[in-house]
């Protein structure tokens, strides 16, 4: 009976998942003869922005759908010419949504009453030149884009940022471990273990433009800075 309870115990263990088997923390095998000291320490580096994304499209009604979708092809023609003057490349035009759908009218104890269609076409832009920004957009109203959601800010590229701020993450744990060896009579032998547990990307701020006219004035973009942080957990052995 206890050789059959122990084969089944065998048996179950050797079933699960190797998810559940990767989340267990990974054991230290390094002999310590000092005292474990285990830290967590956040590094930070900040950059300006140097992309920014938007979505823009024409929305268009008539009371047919054919004349809805005709109309808003010669408006999202306008639209990416628009584009292109200013210098935005095929790549950074995508086509995110194109839709057409009916309008009714309801009134009271009646029937729904068909009164035209709404088509609507978005494309998602990416501008490299931030600096630029508000005049694209202000361009793209003025040829008749009439929904606008943002634009986010981000950085293009954050891998020498974050490569930063795991260096300050570093540079602080040792910093941290030297205090609490010190604090105990004791000094720090060495670093046994090091694990980035996350990376912190900044949510980009986001403007939200719909039913956008074209109006007086330019539109302007400060693009600030944007904080990238990284945390590390640290395991040392002080004596």
Request: proline share 5%; hydrophobic share 45%.
């Amino acid at each position: 009976m206890r050789h059959a309870l122990l084969a089944a115990l065998m048996l179950g263990a050797a079933s699960l998942p190797a998810a559940a088997q990767a989340q267990q923390s990974p054991t230290f095998t390094q002999a310590v003869s000092g005292t474990r000291l285990d830290i967590s320490a956040t590094g930070e580096a900040t950059r300006v922005p140097d992309i920014a994304a938007i979505s823009a499209g024409v929305v268009t009604r008539a009371s047919t759908a054919k004349a809805a979708l005709s109309q808003n092809a010669v408006k999202m023609d306008r639209v990416r010419a628009a584009l292109k003057r200013a210098g935005i490349a095929d790549r950074d035009i995508q086509t995110s949504n194109i839709s057409l759908n009916p309008e009714y009218r309801y009134v009271e104890n009646q029937a729904p009453r068909l009164t035209g269609y709404q088509a609507s076409n978005q494309v998602n832009v990416r501008f490299r030149d931030i600096a630029n920004t508000g005049e694209i957009l202000d361009a793209l109203v003025a040829e008749g884009a009439n929904q606008i959601n943002g634009p986010s800010l981000s950085i293009d590229k954050p891998d020498e940022a974050l490569d930063e701020a795991r260096a300050k993450a570093l540079a602080a744990g040792r910093a941290r471990a030297e205090v609490y060896a010190r604090q105990l009579g004791m000094r720090v032998v060495r670093l046994l273990v090091v694990s980035e547990s996350s990376s912190g990307f900044p949510q980009p701020p986001m403007m939200m433009m719909q039913e956008a006219r074209a109006v007086g004035g330019n539109t302007k973009i400060d693009p600030g800075e944007q904080k990238l942080s990284v945390t590390l957990g640290m395991m040392f052995e002080l004596q």
